[in-house]
């Protein structure tokens, strides 16, 4: 659910990275108020974790499409809300500058669609409320897929939004929103189990890691959850991306479905083109691929090749993990520096 620049204009492009940036600003400031002293490695580890996540697209079957992890609620559950849409908004920025995944004039309509509904939406007004105090077993994994769906769902309903409020591509609306809901509607019951089992994994092995706990483990007593979540980090990024799905995902599924094309067209000139130009110096592994002598990328080519065992994608996982991880964490790090004191709870 990653939009590409040819899908926004530049009022809707940039009010959305107004609104996102703001919300990154308030979220830093309700972060200082509550640190929590297991936040800054968590915050690191999870965001790694999510982008290797985010790799792994996985077939919807009867349909040609794949989706992946958005990740949003798995963070907010973890971190909090205001923790998971400050690791959310690393995780698409490393994406959109380094790997060319989702255009930078729509970097403020991803992060507000993948990381404020799974954060200020579906976590306190459904999964709260389902799940109640449980974060394993029957009721919270209802929970868990219940928000998923409803966070994405509203996330691929502002995807269709956004597009027809910048009115540069043929999409119309009606069409579009009929194609995007119902495979997300798939893609989040998926999301939601994949939530529901990573939420008790963590509530199993250290339940004091998460963001209710009366107390806050010493490093020692985190350290098996944070080598978990490294690990697989390490495994999703550099081998299991060997095997996702080469289906188009949800919402380039959803653009064919209505305009015969995966991929549109960005208009040419202004501020489109500058930030294609950027994004291209800035991207050293596009498509998560290495650079080829014409500029594409080994994944591009070599798309129909399943599975894609490839030294670029392990690369790319490997790198997007470590910069995501380096993100994230300096972010909090320089957040507990100018917090005023660390208390018991991230919110």
């Not at 980090?233 to 015969?260: I, N, R």
């Not at 670029?312 to 790198?319: A, L």
């Not at 972010?331 to 005023?340: K, S, Y």
Request: charged residues 10%; contains cysteine.
């Amino acid at each position: 659910m990653h939009m590409a620049d040819a899908l926004i204009s530049p009022a809707v492009g940039g009010a959305f990275w107004a609104v996102s940036g703001g919300l990154i600003v308030y979220c830093a400031r309700k972060i200082k108020q509550t640190l929590r002293e297991n936040l800054v490695p968590m915050m690191g580890v999870l965001g790694a974790f999510i982008f290797a996540a985010q790799m792994l697209n996985f077939s919807i079957p009867g349909t040609g499409s794949s989706g992946h992890l958005g990740g949003g609620l798995i963070l907010t559950i973890l971190l909090g809300p205001h923790a998971a849409f400050i690791v959310m908004a690393s995780v698409l920025t490393v994406q959109a500058l380094f790997f060319a995944d989702g255009g930078l004039l729509a970097l403020g309509c991803n992060i507000f669609n993948l990381g404020f509904f799974p954060a200020f939406v579906a976590y306190p007004l459904i999964y709260r409320a389902l799940a109640k105090d449980r974060r394993d077993g029957a009721r919270a994994s209802w929970a868990a897929v219940v928000a998923a769906v409803a966070g994405l769902e509203l996330g691929a309903f502002f995807v269709v939004l956004q597009t027809q409020l910048s009115g540069i591509s043929e999409l119309p609306f009606g069409a579009f929103v009929l194609m995007m809901l119902p495979i997300h509607l798939a893609i989040g019951v998926v999301e939601g189990l994949a939530t529901a089992a990573v939420v008790s994994f963590v509530a199993k092995a250290r339940p004091e890691a998460l963001p209710a706990a009366v107390y806050a483990p010493t490093p020692g007593r985190l350290r098996p959850v944070l080598i978990g979540f490294a690990v697989a980090a390490l495994l999703f990024g550099g081998v299991a991306s060997w095997f996702a799905s080469t289906h188009p995902d949800g919402l380039e599924w959803s653009m064919f479905k209505v305009s015969g094309k995966e991929k549109l067209e960005a208009p040419s000139g202004g501020i489109h083109e500058t930030l294609a130009g950027i994004q291209e110096k800035t991207a050293f592994l596009p498509n998560y691929g290495f650079k080829t002598a014409e500029g594409e990328s080994a994944p591009e080519e070599a798309a129909a090749a399943w599975p894609a065992v490839s030294a670029g994608t392990s690369v790319s996982g490997v790198v997007g993990g470590i910069l995501t991880l380096a993100a994230a964490g300096i972010v909090g790090l320089a957040l507990r520096a100018r917090a005023p004191r660390a208390v018991g709870g991230n919110g």
